[in-house]
Structures are given as C-alpha cells and as structure tokens.
C-alpha cells in the first residue's frame, strides 16, 4: 500500500525554470512532511520539511506548499540549476510510525 | 563530523548464497535504521534500533533477514539465503533521538549505501 503518491516520475526543466513535484497522502494523522534529496551513489539527504499548522515553507531556492484539505503537498524549486539534478522524495509521518516515502521523481536541469 | 559509514559499496552475489553489510553510525546517534531502496522506489524501512534494543522490525523478512546492534554502536544486516528479489540499495541511517518515544520532526542522516545485486 502506498502512503504517499509522487509525481511526476521523472522531470526535466530548463536552467532558470521552477521546477514543481507533487505529493499527494490519505493518512490524515500524518503530521510531519519532509522533502529528501539523493544524489547517484549517494543517500538521501533532508532537504526541507514542513509541518501542517503552516501553508508554506521556503528556504533559499527551495519551498513546500502545503493544502491540508486537499492532502496535498509539493517542492519548488525557484531558478533551477544543472547542481539541482538529484532524485527527490516526498514522504510523510505521524507520532506513532516511521517515515514513510513516495518513490521519488528524477529531476534534470538542462542548461 | 563524519557521516554515516557503509561497507561494503558493492556486492554481487549468486541467489541462495548469504551476505552481511556493515554501518558505522555517526558518533553519539543513539537511533539507527536500516532501509531496502529497490531501483525506482522510495527507501522502505526494515529496522530500527534504539542504542541495541530492536524498536521496530514488523518489516522485516524474518525468515531471511536478520540484523543486530551489539553495543549500540555498529549494526549489521545479514540475507541468508538470498534471493534475486533482493537486488537493492540497503541504507543505514542514523538520527540523535535518544528515547524510544517517535520525534516527528527527526533528521535522518544516511550513508551511501551497499548495492546489492543477486544473481
């Protein structure tokens, strides 16, 4: 069973664009949402999370947008640059359980 | 402030045969996990350990599967016998939280992984 459904699979953006992954959860207890960024041959790494007392989260480049009603939450990253291309999962937990991840989207920055 | 350490990078092994890898977590992590990452998926989790006590292993196959933490420093994950639906990255990643009790907003450091192909 898949808590957390990401999209797209895979994303190509130009040098400058924004680029935008959706999530999308059912399990209305989770109450922690962080993003993760994997690069090839290495583990992930947090990114940036949110919690959802907030709508939006923005560090540097990188902001969650958060839509409690509509279970939804996503990444944007503002001025994407060719240093951005990585895997990135969402993923998603409540007090009781591990964090759980979507099966990430693989983002290219073309120049 | 070394990360998390992983041996071995890599391992190919034939399927029914056993294999072991090794993590080193960052010192002073009271709190480490192991996860099975298949090609195209999101890491799932197969254990958590708080110091040497084992918290969490309902995902774990026990029939196959066994992981152990002695000291509470090092950990290793041991598949015996393998089989080809094995083939993943295993990661081990380790967290400061010290109780047993879940901390929403935990950071999980990981390390790079052993990639395992079974054949």
């Known amino acids: 069973q898949q808590q957390v459904k990401q999209s797209p699979q895979s994303l190509i953006v130009q040098k400058g664009g924004i680029s935008i992954i959706n999530c999308a959860y059912e399990?209305?207890?989770?109450?922690?949402f962080p993003w993760y960024q994997q690069f090839p041959g290495k583990g992930p790494a947090l990114l940036i999370a949110?919690?959802?007392?907030?709508s939006e989260k923005k560090e540097g480049r990188f902001t969650i947008s958060f839509n409690k009603s509509a279970k939804q939450f996503s990444l944007h990253i503002m001025d994407s640059q060719p240093g951005d291309s990585a895997t990135y999962f969402c993923a998603a937990r409540d007090g009781n359980t591990p964090l759980v991840f979507g099966k990430g989207t693989r983002l290219s920055v073309i120049a | 402030e070394a990360g998390v350490a992983q041996s071995p990078r890599y391992k190919i092994i034939e399927k029914r045969q056993s294999v072991a890898f090794w993590c080193n977590p960052i010192s002073g992590h009271a709190t480490l996990y192991w996860y099975q990452q298949i090609l195209g998926q999101g890491p799932k989790l197969l254990i958590q350990f708080q110091n040497n006590g084992v918290v969490d292993d309902s995902q774990l196959p026990k029939d196959r599967f066994s992981a152990e933490r002695l000291k509470g420093v090092d950990s290793t994950l041991k598949i015996q016998p393998a089989k080809l639906e094995d083939s993943a990255v295993y990661l081990c990643?380790?967290?400061?939280?010290?109780?047993?009790?879940?901390?929403?907003?935990?950071?999980?450091?990981f390390g790079s992984g052993t990639q395992l192909s079974v054949l």
């Open positions: 399990n209305t207890a989770f109450d922690y």
């Open positions: 990643a380790s967290s400061p939280r010290t109780g047993a009790r879940w901390v929403t907003n935990e950071k999980l450091f």
């Open positions: 949110i919690r959802p007392d907030v």
